[in-house]
């Protein structure tokens, strides 16, 4: 079984940069792939970044640019730096996992097996 934390959500002003971390437990994040979601009130959940094992990752459109995904397998913890943070990036971002994920589905919520609890970001001055 697989277990996600996400940390390093909080308020941060329009312009601004936070750097959110996803730690894993359970399996090697080597062996799986990874992604960022998001999901603000009344929206459905957006894919952020991430994909497969030894890939480079792919971004959503409304990021690029802007925030990067990284992973670390010695600290078996994924990352998510976001720069240039606007009002509408405001959300919950939530770190998935899939150990079976297929490259047309890397923008699927319902194709990542596990997912962490969420770590809320607010933009605003």
């Known amino acids: 079984q697989v277990q996600l934390v996400e940390s390093g959500g909080g308020l941060v002003e329009p312009g601004g940069s936070l750097k959110l971390s996803c730690a894993a437990s359970g399996r090697t994040i080597s062996t799986l792939s990874m992604s960022w979601f998001r999901q603000a009130p009344g929206k459905d959940r957006e894919f952020i970044a991430g994909?497969?094992?030894?890939?480079?990752?792919l971004y959503g459109n409304s990021v690029k640019g802007r925030f990067t995904f990284s992973r670390d397998n010695a600290q078996n913890t994924v990352y998510l730096q976001m720069n240039s943070l606007k009002p509408d990036d405001s959300a919950v971002y939530y770190c998935?996992?899939?150990?079976?994920?297929?490259?047309?589905?890397?923008?699927?919520?319902?194709?990542?097996?596990?997912w962490g609890q969420g770590t809320q970001v607010t933009v605003s001055s």
């Open positions: 994909g497969k094992v030894r890939t480079n990752p």
């Open positions: 998935a996992a899939s150990s079976t994920l297929i490259q047309s589905s890397i923008g699927t919520p319902s194709a990542y097996a596990y």
